[in-house]
């Protein structure tokens, strides 16, 4: 399957190295920095290159290349353009996350896939996760009962060397703040579990630390889900001096599991009334990662792969992606009014919080 990379940035190694770890033909890379896109695949330890093209226009690369499978890793506030034209171009898409920085360009995303009749998968590589798999199938097998609550923490670290690596992080138009970057994932996580189905948001976000960014480095926010389970986000980039955990509780009439580790890959507490022999077996379990973003991205590359060619929806798809982004909108809109905020969510994007900090 003939594949490509849009962006060479900080996430961009993970998506290179998956590709090469399920045996895609890396046809291209794009960067508008060429030097980013030979440091790339040096880094993935490619060797032959020889037919690898580098591009610095994506919309020629498009264009030239006969493509089947595109991941984009640019900045955020590029990744809704992008994949339209990708989507136009009738090719099949990864896009890193958030997948676009408003409802309407999440809207106009999936509304291009399925008249294109094309795979888009949000990268919320997390799902992939050995403990949250685990605790998916727990809960798609009713082991919790009815669920009471659940809570998501995302307590990490970024310094003025991070933000100072690339200017459009933590801006309203290209990022967003911690929420939005750094605790998606996490957010998805919580939606995922507690039924996928929000009735309200209420929260607060604050910038403390890093005044010389727009966005905020710190959220907290109560959810009410449709399924009368209740849920709270704490997410931050304020924690002194490095990242200290992304920790998922799901709490049920007879179920309690903690998912911990520093980004959600470690199973804490597994207790449940019917506990079994194999029950032993998940207590303690841990998965090593050599970063934050975990062992997923490969894992999720195979899924579309296989998308692809059984022609069916990723696992994780686009609508997923428009659901977590949602989840961080409201928030943000809660912040703006002071108000709760209903969902669905209509148009709201990052753009409207300029100026509120």
Known sequence: MKYALIGCGRIAINHIIAAKNNS????????????????????????????????????????????ELVSIATESGSHCQIALDCIEAGINVIIEKPMAMSIADADKIIEAA?????????????????AIQELRQ????????????????VRWNRNRGYYDQALW????????????????HGIDLLRW???DEVEEIFGFTRQQFHDYLEA???????????????????????VYPKNLEETLYIFGETGTVKIGGTSTNDIDVWDFADEDEEDA???????????????????????????????????????????????????YKSQKTGKPVKLPLENFASTDMKGEF
């Open 193 to 195: 579990m507690m039924g």
């Open 114 to 130: 399925e008249r294109c009749n094309v795979k888009v998968s949000a990268c919320h590589q997390n799902r992939f996760n050995l």
């Open 216 to 238: 905020e480095d710190v959220g907290m926010a109560v959810v009410k889900f449709k399924n009368g389970a209740i849920g709270t986000i704490e997410g931050t980039t304020n």
């Open 281 to 331: 077996l998940k207590k303690g379990m841990k998965e090593e990662t050599s970063n934050v973003y975990g062992n997923g991205h490969s894992r999720l590359f195979a899924d579309v792969i296989d998308a692809i060619s059984e022609d069916r929806a990723p696992y994780v798809d686009a609508h997923a992606g428009r659901n977590a982004l949602e989840m961080i909108l409201a928030i």
């Open 24 to 67: 895609l033909e890396i046809v291209a890379v794009c960067d508008v920095n060429a030097e980013k896109m030979d440091a790339i695949l040096d880094k993935a330890c490619i060797v032959d290159r020889e037919d690898i093209k580098l591009y610095v226009d994506y919309r020629q690369m498009l264009r030239e290349e006969n493509l």
């Open 138 to 153: 727990a809960i798609e097998s009713g082991r919790f009962g009815n669920l009471s609550h659940g809570s998501i923490h």
């Open 169 to 184: 992080r933590g801006t309203w138009a290209e990022d967003g703040g911690a929420l939005m970057n750094q605790c998606i």
